[in-house]
């Protein structure tokens, strides 16, 4: 059994892999109850599929912070580490399909002069 955290966006999630049926639960609720896209489900459960390993381990999340697709992010960034520390042989497949790099994209900040990080006020002539 192994804990193991992962980040995207504001979003950290920490989670303990374990022996088991393939049971995800997020935050000690069904991943079905939790997420209420199924996108979202779909992209915790990328590496999973990739490794045909989703009937073999129980997955207990703890996450917090961000948006509903930053912790899914977050969670899909734990659990593919969390399998390579299970198995070191995961890594070349999961590693290819850009699973264990942590997606550096982050909200722009806000700019003096400036409504947003880009939008600019309406500009007037006369």
């Known amino acids: 059994m192994s804990t193991i955290s ?4 504001e979003a950290t999630a920490v989670v303990k892999l374990s022996k088991g049926k393939g049971i995800v639960t997020v935050n000690k609720k069904s991943i ?7 996108v979202a489900k ?15 381990y129980d997955i207990d999340v703890k996450v917090n912070g961000g948006g509903s697709f930053g912790q899914a992010g977050a969670i899909r960034l734990a659990i593919s580490k969390a399998l390579v520390a299970e198995n070191p042989d995961l890594r070349a497949d999961l590693k290819k399909a850009g699973y264990l790099t942590r997606d550096s994209r982050v909200k722009e900040r806000k700019k003096v002069g400036l409504k947003k990080a880009r939008k600019s006020p309406q500009f007037s002539k006369r």
């Not at 992962?6 to 966006?9: A, S």
């Not at 779909?42 to 073999?56: S, Y």
């Open 32 to 38: 079905d109850d939790y997420f209420g896209r199924d």
């Open 6 to 9: 992962g980040r995207r966006k």
């Open 42 to 56: 779909m992209i915790i459960r990328q590496p999973l599929v990739l490794t045909k390993l989703e009937a073999n």
